[in-house]
């Protein structure tokens, strides 16, 4: 179970059936391991009743469900030409502040907007708000991290043609988040400072699926003695070529540059055929 | 990751599964793939299972059988495939190359269930 926050059910969740064959096998005294060697094809299809004592093989991704509703989401963002960022870090790595200096410098000529998910308070949205555009709070309750429909609910009454830019920040947290895909463009993952050079290294899987990389608060490198090259060397070591971009949201170094990969980004997209 | 949810999940999609047989069927013990870079402790998962299956008819007394997938690199430059005892880089460990495809370890799947009729005792 998570350790963060041993986080529940939620109720509700329709079933979906996914995408799956069955095949039925003669297996009947079926030994206390895993065989691969179970999952060869049989011709018969049968979608009927398994029969007792046999092995029903399943081919079935565990989080399809999540899966299936994330990729509805990014149809839907591909459609009406929205370019989604789900941003993901440690709590207090300074995913607020960053996006909050963000959306005011876009605001002018980009219609942004943000989702922002944590277990309790408004707080987020509060900030976020200050910078005129539109932001919703998922409260999560006691889940860890953020899933596809919890997003699309956030925004079941936003007219996405009215936006370019959607921000999701999700729950802080370098473990839990890393499974699921919210339908988003762009993986941001930011490390502080503050966290240690090996941050990335501790938590690979969160390296591993982020698209690019924000180093935040340099301004306080020197006095919690943190090299960061060392710590982007580490992101590289981990995820190979990342982008890493080097910001602090307090004093605004970086950000122009985290601007225009953005920008750059929502530039490529839109320019890229809507499949 | 999140365990509990992971376990929450393989319930559902399994009594989805089961659902036209929960009458007469049993779930002895079922089977999933949990690949190094799914994010899924498989010792957490198997803390989880028991609270999530605990008052399922089908599948209340399961036994959780994890298959553990290691990451496995196929180096593009060197053309080896390398398999990873540990996720500490997506470089080939042969060659350092970044340009790898990960060909196997992101797995988080269902592969399998024992069933048997209910009207039989565990075998």
């Known amino acids: ?275 | 990751m999140h365990e509990l949810t992971v376990a929450i999940q393989i319930r559902r999609a399994l009594e989805a599964e089961l659902e036209s047989d929960a009458e007469q069927l049993v779930a002895d013990a079922v089977r999933i793939q949990v690949g190094a870079l799914s994010g899924v402790v498989p010792e957490a998962l198997q803390f989880a299972w028991p609270h999530a299956i605990a008052d399922s008819p089908v599948l209340g007394s399961a036994r959780l059988d994890i298959d553990r997938i290691d990451v496995q690199l196929h180096c593009r430059p060197c053309d080896q495939v390398s398999v990873l005892s540990e996720v500490v880089s997506m470089r080939c460990p042969i060659c350092r190359s970044p340009d790898v495809e990960v060909i196997a370890g992101d797995e988080l799947d269902i592969s399998g269930v024992d069933l048997r009729d209910r009207a039989r005792g565990p075998t």
């Open chain 1, 1 to 275: 179970m998570c350790t963060d926050c041993g986080c529940g059910e939620r109720p509700g969740d329709p079933h979906d059936h996914g995408d799956h064959d069955h095949h039925e096998h003669d297996h009947h005294d079926h030994p206390e391991h895993d065989h691969p060697e179970h999952d060869h094809d049989h011709d018969h299809h049968d979608r009927g009743r398994p029969d007792p004592d046999r092995t029903l093989t399943i081919r079935r991704r565990i989080l399809q469900h999540n899966d299936d509703l994330a990729a509805q989401l990014r149809g839907e963002f591909a459609r009406e030409q929205v370019f989604v960022v789900n941003m993901v870090s440690s709590p207090g790595s300074g995913k607020t502040e960053l996006l909050r200096r963000t959306m005011t410098a876009l605001a002018p000529d980009v219609r942004v907007a943000a989702v922002t998910g944590d277990l309790a308070t408004e707080n987020d949205a509060d900030r976020l708000s200050a910078s005129g555009a539109p932001v919703r709070q998922i409260l999560t309750g006691t889940m860890c991290h953020l899933e596809a429909d919890m997003v699309a609910d956030a925004i079941a009454d936003w007219n996405l043609a009215d936006l370019d830019l959607l921000f999701i920040e999700n729950v802080g947290n370098m473990v839990c988040p890393s499974g699921f895909d919210l339908g988003e463009d762009l993986r941001v993952m930011l490390v502080a400072t503050t966290e240690g050079e090996d941050k990335p290294l501790k938590y690979p899987t969160l390296t591993l699926s982020a698209d690019v990389a924000v180093i935040s608060k340099i301004d306080l490198a020197e006095p919690v003695e943190c090299d960061v090259d060392l710590l982007a060397g580490n992101l590289d070591e981990v995820r190979p070529g990342i982008e890493v971009v080097r910001t602090s949201a307090k004093r605004g170094d970086g950000v122009d540059e985290w601007i225009d990969l953005l920008r750059s980004r929502m530039s490529a997209k839109a320019a890229a055929p809507v499949s």
